[in-house]
């Protein structure tokens, strides 16, 4: 009974890593980066495995923000993907893309409270969803919670952070890796077309800092893709975001002091340092050209 | 024949596409989870469960921004006890930022940041920690590293 302990335990630890509920996946550190750490793990249990996962914030996050420094009762949806386009995507790659994007759009609508708007948005992440392998995530009674809710964005925006999350974890548990890796993609680049379609420029305003805060995400998103890049579809969106690095690394940076703290409560600590991204007008231009340009050609729109 | 019913339930373990969010996927949303207090945190999505072995080391990259407290919980079964480290350090620069074994072991920490940064979060089970127990694997446990955020409160007048 012993030996049978000891065999679930390797055989688990086989199969051990930190699953996410996150936007990150793994990377080996070390010598035998690309490994399969499975293996390794398998073959000496007693060695320590360092794995690093990244991680990337979830689209609602940069829109509940855009809402909170911006005007909350904007309510402008002629930039999103229109839910009839759903019937363009044809290709594995496309669908996966606009599911995300789509998911990304819903968020929008719950957020800034455009109730009858995210029931359509909702309907077209179902199909897209079903699509793409993750209709157990996205059940239809979600739809009545949706209804039963119009009037109440903060449970809508729950709701619809539900409906990402649980696809999120459906394509993790069904180990479709490229899939996942699609959708984050998407995701988060229709988070960043929002943003700069709400956003004027402004030099020092929070929501342009905030935008030029998103190379830290998009350098943990192109590790993410990296993982998955002997998918086709996957190192093809991983080029494409190479190039907004690109325009991003353009970004001039300040060092900030670098003094650790308590805070007044001395229950919080506040951490100094790092280094402030700068954008200047000429780079922003830039920057939204080619997010815009990105963001509509996974579209298939103008 | 001991062996072969052994084997083939190894085999079964392996081979069955055993889910790794099926081990401890959700672990930190239901087990990470601080009682309600007054302050109002959110979800962060880049928050992570994984199973970890004795002596098993994870690092996780997540972004921070500016002008966000968080709220890190780091929580493990209880056979772990509250032998789990983690250390937080920043992305870039390396630098230790934080290491709860020279803060008494604490599992939550709470911060903000002067700037929006890259953070490397490793967490840490050591060699021994898992607890002899006969009832389950005693090489391996859930942990979970639930992170929050809450929008600063500002001080004075603000334009936002």
Known sequence: ?302 | MRTILLTLLVACFSCSGYSQSGVCGNFHKKYCVLEKTAEKWSYNAQSKSGLFAQGMTNKLRCVIYKGMDYRISVCCETVLGDKVNYKIFDGRTQELLFDNSAAENTQVFEFQSVSTRQLVIEVAVPQGATEKDKHKATDAACVGLLIENKVTDRQGFSKY
């Open chain 1, 1 to 302: 009974m012993k030996n049978l302990h000891y065999l679930i335990g390797l055989t688990l630890a086989g199969s051990m890593t930190f699953t996410s509920c996150g936007g990150g996946d793994e990377k080996v550190d070390g010598p035998e980066d690309g490994m399969d750490t499975t293996t390794k793990v398998e073959n000496n249990v007693n060695t320590p495995v360092s794995e690093t996962f990244f991680q990337v914030p979830s689209p609602g996050e940069m829109l509940t923000f855009i809402k909170m420094v911006g005007d909350p009762k904007k309510k402008d949806i002629s930039f999103l993907n229109p839910p009839d386009n759903q019937k363009n995507y044809n290709d594995s790659k496309s669908k996966a893309l606009n599911f995300g994007i789509y998911s990304c759009d819903l968020s929008y609508c719950s957020i800034f409270e455009i109730g009858s708007e995210a029931l359509k948005y909702f309907k077209a992440v179902k199909i897209m969803g079903d699509q793409i392998g993750v209709s157990t995530a996205i059940k239809p009674e979600i739809l009545k919670r949706l209804e039963s809710n119009l009037g109440k964005p903060d449970s809508l925006a729950v709701i619809t952070d539900d409906v990402y999350f649980s696809s999120f974890e459906a394509l993790e548990d069904s180990k479709q890796g490229p899939t996942l890796a699609l959708v984050v993609a998407g995701g988060w680049l229709e988070s960043l077309f929002i943003a700069t379609q709400l956003a004027k420029w402004e030099p020092n305003s929070p929501v342009i800092e905030r935008l030029a805060d998103q190379k830290y995400t998009l350098e943990n998103l192109i590790e993410f893709l990296k993982k998955h890049e002997t998918d086709a579809n996957v190192a093809a969106i991983k080029t494409d975001f190479e190039g907004l690095l690109a325009e991003y690394n353009k970004l001039t940076e300040q060092t900030t002091a670098s003094d650790a703290k308590k805070g007044k409560d001395s229950k919080s600590t506040v951490i100094g340092g790092g280094t402030q991204l700068v954008m200047s007008k000429e780079i922003y231009t830039s920057i939204v050209a080619k997010v815009r340009s990105l963001r509509n050609s996974y579209t298939l729109t103008k």
